[in-house]
């Protein structure tokens, strides 16, 4: 799998380390160097960062993630089976995602987060037949297939909204991007406020993409409405101090335990002896 799939991902060295150590780079595939790894270490922005990247890739698919993101055993066969049956079905496709919207809003994918337990009690999301066409993805983890000729807008600032930015640019340049079912461990904590650095990242997407609007997304919709991203703030700060028991700020201490306990490595396998 060497030459068919790169991993990348944005790591601060004061903060994410000891995260990428328990998570990402516990990742089975990884640790064997089955696949390779690329850490990009203290960057100004993941846009900025990622384009470096796909500039000069050489491997077949590229995926970016988060430090707190543990693909379990198998994962990367079934994602090799899931771009070779998404390529039959669409071979000038750009962006596969593993929690994304359609155009209607309907979540697509299945993962285990961490920050969602006390609300999902299990995997969130659920089995899908074949692919299914989005117009935006979670950045924690998604796939560019490096011939679809596209790249991440550098212009676009901090760490946020970057897939839906590169899937948007698919759709412009005439190319689909889709979901597809890659269950993984999302070790996530709950983000109870909405930071500056977002909200730089939104009025960008909300003035470069204004004649496209609206978009659903995983963080809320993006729309040049008034007040939409006031209310949200406002939404989370109620559910962080009154639905206290319906998230989760606290991390596990080890992934693989948890993908074993989910039977990750089961439902990877799920579909493939047939397809």
């Known amino acids: ?5 790169h991993v990348y991902v944005c790591a601060r ?11 990402l780079a516990r990742s089975p595939a990884i640790a064997k ?14 846009s900025i960062a990622f384009a470096s990247a796909v500039k000069s890739a050489t491997a077949d698919f590229l995926v970016f993630t988060h430090c707190d993101v543990y693909f379990p055993e198998r994962w990367f066969e079934r994602l090799a089976w899931e771009v070779d049956r998404l390529t039959q079905t669409d071979r000038n496709w750009a962006v596969a995602g593993f929690s994304g919207l359609t155009p209607s809003g309907e979540l697509v994918g299945r993962i285990w987060d961490c920050s969602l337990e006390p609300f999902t009690r299990g995997i969130y999301g659920k089995a899908l037949v074949g692919p299914v066409p989005i117009v935006s993805t979670d950045e924690m983890a998604f796939v560019l297939r490096r011939d ?3 790249t991440f807008d550098p212009q676009l600032p901090e ?6 930015d590169l899937i948007l640019t698919a759709e412009r340049s005439g190319k689909r991007s889709y979901g597809v079912d890659m269950p993984l461990i999302h070790n996530a904590k709950a983000q109870l406020q909405i930071g500056e650095d977002y909200r730089k990242s939104y009025r960008y997407m909300i003035e470069k993409w204004r004649d496209r609007l609206p978009v659903p997304t995983t963080c809320g919709p993006l729309t040049s409405r008034p007040f939409t991203i006031s209310l949200r703030r406002l939404r989370i700060r109620y559910k962080a101090i009154f639905r206290q028991t319906t998230y989760s700020t ?3 201490s080890d992934p693989s335990a948890k993908a074993r306990d989910l039977g990750l490595d089961q439902l990877l396998l799920e579909g493939m002896v047939d397809g």
Do not use: C
């Not at 696949?35 to 203290?42: E, G, K, Q, R, S």
């Not at 760490?159 to 839906?164: E, K, N, R, S």
């Open 1 to 5: 799998m060497l030459d068919r799939f």
């Open 13 to 23: 060295s004061t903060i994410d380390r000891p995260i990428l150590e328990r998570d």
């Open 33 to 46: 160097k089955d696949v390779p790894l690329t850490i990009l270490w203290n960057q100004k922005s993941a």
């Open 148 to 150: 679809a000729g596209i």
């Open 159 to 164: 760490f946020h909204l970057y897939a839906t």
């Open 250 to 252: 606290d991390r596990i």
